[in-house]
């Protein structure tokens, strides 16, 4: 009898739990389908409100992403450590071709850096389990 109790006081408590989540997200206005897996908010919360779009989180991915491939492909003997930064120059003067106000911060592409590195298709596939 006390099993049924706790598990059904462990489900009201999960429910509640869930609603509250949705209400602190629906009070800070986050569409959660626009997140792209929580990437917005780690790159929108160093834009200013008129750059925080979907648009510009797309932008900003892309060219991440686009300076991991050109990286990966030219710079293949480098360490990862070098690569990173090499990536890290790129992103940024790409990005300030955008033109925004305020810029991406270091840590925020560093992230999206070893993101879209890990995002790779594989290089090495004589080393693959057929």
Same mark, same amino acid.
């Given at each position: 009898?006390? !099993? ?50 979907? !648009? ?15 990286? !990966? ?33 270091? !840590? ?23």
């Amino acid at each position: 009898m006390t !099993e049924i109790i706790i598990q059904y006081t462990l489900i009201v408590l999960l429910v509640t739990g869930l609603g509250y989540l949705v209400y602190l997200l629906r009070d800070k206005d986050i569409d959660i389908k626009d997140d792209y897996f929580g990437l917005a908010n780690v790159i929108l919360g160093s834009l200013i409100a008129s750059e925080a779009t979907p !648009e510009n989180v797309k932008r900003i991915i892309r060219i991440v992403s686009d300076a991991v491939q050109y990286v !990966e492909t030219n710079y293949k003997n480098s360490e990862n450590t070098v690569k990173e930064e090499i990536a890290i120059k790129m992103a940024k003067n790409a990005s300030s071709l955008l033109s925004f106000q305020s810029n991406i911060d270091t !840590e925020s592409l560093k992230y999206l850096i070893r993101l879209a590195a890990a995002l790779l298709p594989p290089t090495n596939k004589k080393n693959e389990i057929q």
